[in-house]
């Protein structure tokens, strides 16, 4: 009796799905709107798609200055720019929040130094948030100061540097930080990179400023200027472009 009863019950659910399923339209669930807006890429992953801003194409450095407002000092020459020693980082005029970045850079061919000290520089998102720049082809050093590391904060999930002298790609999505009124992180900044194509940060929190010395901190801040950093070392830059995401 009691099988009989299951068997029943089976039956009915299954004539009550047939029947909703009958009743049911695929358009129920077709969403229309908004449409996305139509970005045309680049004709290769170096290239701009046709909403980013580019900060460097090779022909000037008009997007930038040195943080005292200095035009900048750095070396021009055949497209690339190159750090010149002694003269201070330098700073996008325009400042951003959310971003998608792109950006290729080299360390020297010729090998000089070891560890921090050979191909030493960093991309620092809002001015504050450092993605290392640095020769970690076959030298090692401490792995969350390596080459993709939030610098002192998260060690990258890879290492595929190519040799110096050959170009360095990073591809980076970051979402800004929003505060609370007394200056706390409401949402902590995140942050995504690929380094040649290979995922090695994956929507990595971000703690805080990245300090060469003691913890990060944490200071109430707006939308800022992305910074590359003279660390002494003739490290090149190219192709430098972002899609803001907010």
Request: one cysteine or more.
């Amino acid at each position: 009796m009691k099988r009989r009863t299951l068997i029943v019950g089976i039956s009915l659910l299954l004539v009550a799905t047939l029947i909703i399923c009958q009743n049911l339209n695929p358009k129920d669930t077709e969403i229309w709107e908004p449409e996305p807006e139509v970005v045309v890429p680049g004709v290769s992953s170096s290239d701009p798609p046709s909403d980013a801003i580019v900060l460097f194409s090779g022909d000037d450095l008009d997007q930038w200055q040195h943080n005292d407002g200095r035009p900048v000092e750095w070396d021009l020459e055949n497209g690339i720019v190159v750090v010149k020693k002694g003269t201070g980082d330098i700073r996008t005029k325009e400042a951003f929040g959310s971003i998608q970045l792109h950006i290729e850079w080299r360390t020297p061919q010729e090998i000089e130094g070891e560890g921090q000290g050979r191909g030493n520089s960093g991309l620092f998102l809002q001015e504050r948030y450092e993605v290392q720049i640095l020769d970690s082809y076959n030298n090692r050093t401490y792995s969350n100061g390596q080459a993709g590391s939030i610098y002192k904060q998260s060690i990258p999930l890879a290492n595929p540097m190519r040799p110096p002298g050959e170009w360095q790609s990073y591809d980076i999505i970051y979402h800004a930080p929003s505060f609370e009124d007394e200056g706390t992180y409401a949402q902590h900044p995140y942050v995504t990179v690929l380094h040649n194509g290979v995922l090695i940060q994956d929507h990595v929190k971000i703690l805080g400023t990245t300090e060469f010395i003691g913890p990060p901190k944490v200071a109430k801040h707006g939308k800022s200027s992305i910074m590359l950093q003279d660390h002494g070392n003739p490290v090149a830059f190219r192709n430098i472009w972002v899609r803001e995401l907010d």
